[in-house]
Structures are given as structure tokens and as C-alpha cells.
């Protein structure tokens, strides 16, 4: 059976009904989402991950993050999967949690994780939104933070899709740790994904698509089809989409 899945970072101050307008106007069987807003002052929609599954028609699960931005400002984001298949299960851990020595890499993240059922068989999906760092160097934390979602997904063997913002490169601890377990569904390391808007942070700054940061992962058992990246002026990130064959 061929599906769809769109990976797509959507950025906490993109209007969620930008979001929502372009995800119907390129539908999939399952997206999986990062930096949904939660009771956010710049959003018209004080539950976005609600409000995203209502105007789809989608099941969904999410789990809430609470977080600071870039300027120090309390928020609450969350990371979700959003599917027009059933959901026979979900489940969420932990992949850090701050210590209080404060920086990005000491904050709440989270494995988000559901099983849809699809013609009689099971499949299960999962994201994650990484930790950030300036200039996405790889922090004795993150790679710790990589050890554990590791830890997490070396038993999958079989129908198992993982996407996600992982905030780092191509060539970083953290894929290396991921591609020991699962294959890279596509587009080419060399296609980017951030940043379409100007980036600037405590020295880190960054105007252009220079980084790919976005990714798709499945089990060896999940044939890829297609994959590509998507344009839009909407976010931060670029979608990705790929359509895959479940064995």
C-alpha cells in the first residue's frame, strides 16, 4: 500500500491558518508537525494542534513543550502527528529534560509516537523536535539527547516512519546515531530546508537556505517512492514530502 507523509517544522509565529491553507492544498496521509502554539499572543487560535486537526479531518496526538524563544519569552509549543488513519495507540517519552543550567540544549523535548491501523496492519509513526544550539554544534547534551531517542527506535524493525526537526546537519553524531537503525527516506542531503527567513542569536545569524536540518527515516522494510522538497513562503522550514510503499 502506497502512502503520504509531510514533514514540516511550521514555526510558532506563522499564522496557523497559513499553515492550515497549505496543508490542504498538499495533503497527505500523515503529517507530522513541529512548534505548534499553544495559547500563544500572536496566534489567532489559542490551540493550534486542535484547531489543525479539526480543519483537516485528521486524528491527531501531540505533546506540549513549555519553552522560551529566541528572546527569552515564556511559550508553549508542541510536537503532533496528524493522520486520516485510525490511531490504535500513542505514547510520548521524554528525550530531555532541563537540568536548570539553562542554554537550548536544557529544555523540554519530546518522542511523539502513535500506531495507525492501514488495510488490516499496523504502522507506527513517530517525531521529534531536537534541541537547538547556535550553529547547530553538537553539545555534550544533544548528542546525549541523540543516545536516547537512539535508544528508542533500535527496536523498530519493520513499518516504522520517523521525521522530524532534529537541528542538525547531514554529516552530524546525531544521523549517524539514527542511520545505524533506520534508512534515509529522501530528498538528497544536499536539497536544505532552513532558513527562509533572516535568523539572528546571540551571534548566529543566518539570511539564506543554507542548512538541511529536516528529515524522513523509515525502517528497510519501507520502500520510498518519491521525496521531495516543498516551496512556500510559509514558516521558516520547508516541507518535506514523500511518498512511500509499506511492505
Not at 506540549?64 to 509549543?77: A, E, F, S, V
Not at 536548570?100 to 495507525?116: H, L, S
Not at 553538537?138 to 516504522?160: F, G, H, P, S, V
Request: proline residues 5%; hydrophobic residues 35%; charged residues 25%.
Amino acid at each position: 500500500m502506497e502512502i503520504t507523509v509531510l514533514q514540516w517544522n511550521i514555526w510558532y509565529a506563522e499564522d496557523i491558518h497559513n499553515i492550515t491553507q497549505f496543508l490542504l492544498e498538499h495533503p497527505a496521509d500523515i503529517i507530522c508537525v513541529q512548534e505548534l502554539a499553544i495559547n500563544h499572543p500572536n496566534q489567532p487560535v489559542v490551540d493550534t494542534p486542535k484547531y489543525l486537526a479539526e480543519k483537516l479531518g485528521y486524528n491527531y496526538h501531540y505533546k506540549h513543550l513549555p519553552l522560551n524563544t529566541t528572546d527569552g519569552t515564556p511559550i508553549m509549543w508542541a510536537d503532533g502527528i496528524f493522520t486520516k488513519f485510525p490511531i490504535t495507540n500513542k505514547r510520548f517519552v521524554w528525550i530531555n529534560q532541563p537540568k536548570g543550567k539553562g542554554g537550548y540544549d536544557d529544555e523540554y523535548r519530546a518522542y511523539v509516537e502513535i500506531t495507525v491501523e492501514i488495510g488490516g496492519k499496523e504502522l507506527t509513526v513517530a517525531t521529534t523536535h531536537m534541541s537547538y544550539t547556535d550553529g547547530f554544534y553538537e553539545t555534550a547534551n544533544k548528542k546525549r539527547e541523540a543516545n536516547r531517542l537512539a535508544e528508542i527506535i533500535k527496536d523498530r524493525r519493520r513499518n516504522y516512519i520517523f521525521a522530524g526537526d532534529l537541528n542538525v546537519t547531514p554529516d552530524s553524531y546525531t544521523i549517524e546515531q539514527i542511520n545505524k537503525h533506520l534508512e534515509h527516506a529522501g530528498p538528497d542531503f544536499q536539497q536544505k530546508t532552513w532558513t527562509t527567513k533572516p535568523f539572528s542569536y546571540r551571534g548566529f545569524e543566518e539570511t539564506d537556505l543554507n542548512w538541511r536540518l529536516d528529515y524522513i527515516f523509515a525502517t528497510k522494510d519501507v520502500k520510498v517512492l518519491s521525496a521531495k522538497i516543498l516551496q512556500t513562503d510559509y514558516s521558516d522550514h520547508l516541507p518535506i514530502f514523500a511518498k512511500l510503499k509499506l511492505s
